[in-house]
């Protein structure tokens, strides 16, 4: 029996539902098999700053789907350095394999989280890449918001646009890869299974050219790698941390991200102070740059004064609540009414979205592209019904939120203490081993949890040593 082609809108042009269109463009036995409309909220040539250290399984998902992985990461960007402001001559931490341990044949991850930081890597090159890679017969529309869906009697879905007017007919399949803030999660899940605000705010600044721009000094720490400054609140009552990150793909490009992590109640009360409402991704609009300059000189000015206008020569801004989805049982448990048969999936941050220091949301978005792909392929050529294709996504669903769960309840265990501990810690009682472990030591009154945080600091202080016989890969000059 010939099979009847499969026609797929995917909400959200962004890694996860890329690599899937990519994927399934590349593999599909043949043309007919998928017709594919990506619907994307943002420009073709849409803003993006920084990606994120894609982990070995992220890499396979954008190999498979054509994608270079030289042409978005960094080289030599796996290096990161931590200081305090009132200690500029030695680290507190270095996050990177000593060369000479590597010499000895030991792998960075027989050497533990301290020496595998990945290479950075540039979000536009890798999203760009992938838009490359697509099928020439894969449509791609972009600056076209999908508010919402409409269920048809037949099992197929309309995609509706911000009027509420249906676009390009209807689908056989849905799959939503909008991201965290998904408009069409309540499709499947009550508004109480909606990702929560974690209590922290990044206020991230784009810096083209630190060289021209920023002290001689901080550009020779940063090297090509990360930056972290610790130091006092503005209150003196805590500590703040301030990172600077390279992640431009071409070595020549000296662009850097700066940010700064916000602890606050309420996740819209910056978006609203900075006037960033109905802002995407990231804005060169010259108002909001200043705003984000003199908010963040307000907020570093516990640091010593040559670190207080680091956001003067910002290029480019954006705010960014961190929010996070609850487990997948608590999810599965607030599924919306009549919604099992849908042949609707969301996958990647739309189903499951952890912050960034979980340093997996990503990797987990894109083995859900990769593995729906592989099951929609298979399914192809049977003779897949509405009713066959909902059930196999409903097995996927829950796969997919359950392989996060652990890293969720590690994340979820820690930001509490993460975010706590910060504010409440002055920064002369700072300790990074208890900043990493995510435990304010008012908690670590068990005997396990000081010998995990001695063990900690101990481990930390020992691969300051290890880094230092090279001068920490950096150059004297
Ligand atoms: C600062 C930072 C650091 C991070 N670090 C890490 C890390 O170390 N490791 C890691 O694994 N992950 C990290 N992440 C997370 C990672 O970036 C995300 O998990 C990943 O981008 C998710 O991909 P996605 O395609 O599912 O969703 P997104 O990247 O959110 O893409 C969603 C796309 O959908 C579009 N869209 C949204 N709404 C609509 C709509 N209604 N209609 C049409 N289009 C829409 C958006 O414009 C966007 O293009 C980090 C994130 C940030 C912000």
Not at 31 to 53: K, L, P, V
Not at 241 to 248: A, I, P, S
Not at 362 to 388: C, F, H, M, V
Not at 414 to 434: I, K, N, Q, W
Request: contains cysteine.
């Amino acid at each position: 029996m010939a099979t009847r082609t499969m026609k797929i809108a995917i909400v959200g042009g962004g890694p996860s539902g890329l690599t899937l269109a990519s994927i399934l463009g590349r593999e599909a036995p043949n043309n007919e098999a998928f017709d594919i409309t990506i619907f994307e909220r943002g420009a073709a040539d849409r803003d993006q700053g920084s990606g994120w250290d894609v982990d070995e399984e992220a890499q396979a998902a954008l190999l498979r789907a054509g994608v270079e992985l030289e042409s978005f990461q960094r080289p030599r960007s796996d290096r990161m350095m931590s200081y305090r402001v009132d200690d500029m001559d030695r680290p507190i931490a270095t996050f990177r394999m000593p060369p000479f341990i590597s010499d000895l044949g030991v792998s960075k991850e027989q050497m533990g989280f301290l020496a595998s930081p990945s290479l950075e890597t540039e979000r536009k090159k890798m999203v760009d890449g992938l838009t490359d890679a697509l099928a020439s017969h894969t449509k791609i529309i972009y600056e076209s918001y999908i508010s919402g869906l409409k269920m048809n009697n037949d099992g197929s879905i309309d995609v509706r646009g911000r009027d509420g007017s249906t676009l390009n007919g209807s689908f056989d399949v849905v799959i939503d890869s909008s991201g965290s803030g998904s408009p069409l999660r309540s499709a499947r899940f009550a508004p109480e299974a909606d990702a929560h605000y974690t209590g922290t705010t990044y206020v991230q600044g784009l810096i083209h050219s630190p060289e021209k721009t920023l002290d001689a000094e901080l550009v020779r720490l940063l090297g090509e790698g990360t930056l972290t400054l610790y130091g006092p609140t503005r209150d003196g009552k805590g500590t703040e941390q301030l990172n600077v990150q390279r992640f431009g793909a071409d070595p020549s490009d000296q662009v850097a991200t700066i940010w700064i992590e916000v602890h606050s109640e309420d996740a819209n009360r910056l978006i609203e102070e900075l006037g960033f409402e109905g802002i995407y991704g990231i804005t060169r609009d010259p108002a909001a740059l200043q705003r984000v300059t003199e908010y963040t000189k307000q907020q570093l000015s516990g640091f010593p004064e040559q670190y207080q206008d680091l956001f003067d020569s910002i290029e480019g801004a954006r705010v960014l609540p961190m929010r996070m989805h609850p487990f997948c049982g608590e999810t599965l448990a607030l599924t919306a009414p009549n919604s099992e048969g849908l042949p609707f999936l969301c996958i990647g941050d739309a189903l499951h979205a952890l912050p960034p220091w979980s340093g997996m949301s990503g990797n987990y978005a894109l083995r859900d592209a990769a593995d729906l792909a592989t099951s929609l392929i298979k399914q192809q050529p049977r003779e897949w019904t509405s009713a066959s294709v909902a059930a196999a996504l409903r097995g996927h669903e829950r796969d997919f939120m359950l392989r996060t769960d652990e890293k969720r309840k590690a994340t979820a265990n820690r930001s509490p203490g993460y975010v706590d501990y910060m504010h409440s810690t002055e920064f002369t009682d700072f300790a990074l081993s208890a900043h990493v472990l995510g435990k304010p030591p008012e908690e670590q009154w068990s005997t396990d949890d000081q010998v995990d945080s001695a063990v900690m600091a101990e481990t930390i202080r020992f691969f300051v040593l290890l880094n230092s016989f090279d001068n920490y890969g950096m150059s004297e000059s």
